[in-house]
């Protein structure tokens, strides 16, 4: 166990619908991070953020948004989903703001199938 | 923008045998790499990383990593490749965010 803790862990949904995504970073760290995984497209990373203010902003459409709140958890919202965001989306949590070296600890994931 | 390149999808190797998975970079200014390794259906799991300082790097499960600077790369290493060494390992740069590579999947034979 990382002790980033990812909501659910598998979901099937259909087209067209919204899905929110939930995440709990590891006891202490600040920074949150949202990266999707394709079988086609590697690891994309799509926002981060600290503290709760986004931080840096990757390959993130606009169908997509993410915040995190006062109690550090991190929630990403798919709306409008199309049969290509079937992925594995991961959650990854740090204790500093990005800069640094600080690793990343991942959570196991949410495998979102769209049929 | 940094970035880093894995220019290997695949690597074969025998159990017992050395190996080693590729990774170019490509940063502005001092680089932070890392290298991760994905088992089946499970998170990304950190190996090792490269700050500053000596070129060669150790990490978990007896994992080794050379920092070149000459050639911006930063290969992963093993002296002895065991089958459980299977999986899939991405390596990453960090500059504010962090950017992997697209993964080379390890496949150790018995």
């Known amino acids: 166990d990382s002790g980033v803790t990812q909501t659910p862990k598998h979901l099937i949904t259909a087209t067209g619908q919204r899905v929110t995504l939930r995440c709990s970073p590891r006891?202490?760290?600040?920074?949150v991070y949202w990266y999707q995984q394709s079988l086609d497209q590697g690891l994309q990373f799509l926002i981060q953020?600290?503290?709760?203010?986004?931080?840096a902003k990757g390959n993130i459409l606009e169908r997509f948004s993410a915040q995190q709140f006062p109690d550090l958890h991190s929630e990403l919202n798919l709306s409008s989903l199309e049969l290509g965001d079937s992925a594995l989306y991961f959650c990854?949590?740090?204790?500093?703001?990005?800069?640094?070296?600080?690793?990343?600890?991942f959570g196991a994931g949410s495998r979102l199938t769209v049929l | 923008a940094q970035s880093v390149a894995q220019p290997e999808d695949q690597v074969n190797v025998a159990e017992g045998n050395p190996l080693t998975v590729k990774c170019t970079y490509s940063?502005?200014?001092?680089?932070?790499l890392f290298w991760y390794v994905q088992y089946p259906n499970r998170g990304l799991q950190f190996l090792l990383k490269?700050?500053?300082?000596?070129?060669l790097v150790k990490g978990s499960y007896g994992f080794e990593a050379e920092f070149n600077k000459s050639q911006t790369s930063f290969h992963l290493k093993k002296p002895s490749a065991l089958v459980s060494d299977s999986a899939l390992y991405f390596c990453?740069?960090?500059?504010?965010?962090?950017?992997f590579g697209a993964g080379t999947r390890l496949t150790v034979k018995p």
């Open positions: 990854a949590s740090s204790t500093s703001q990005g800069t640094g070296a600080n690793v990343l600890t």
């Open positions: 006891s202490g760290d600040l920074s």
């Open positions: 953020y600290y503290n709760g203010e986004e931080r």
């Open positions: 940063v502005s200014g001092n680089p932070y």
């Open positions: 490269y700050i500053t300082g000596d070129n």
């Open positions: 990453a740069v960090r500059d504010g965010d962090m950017r």
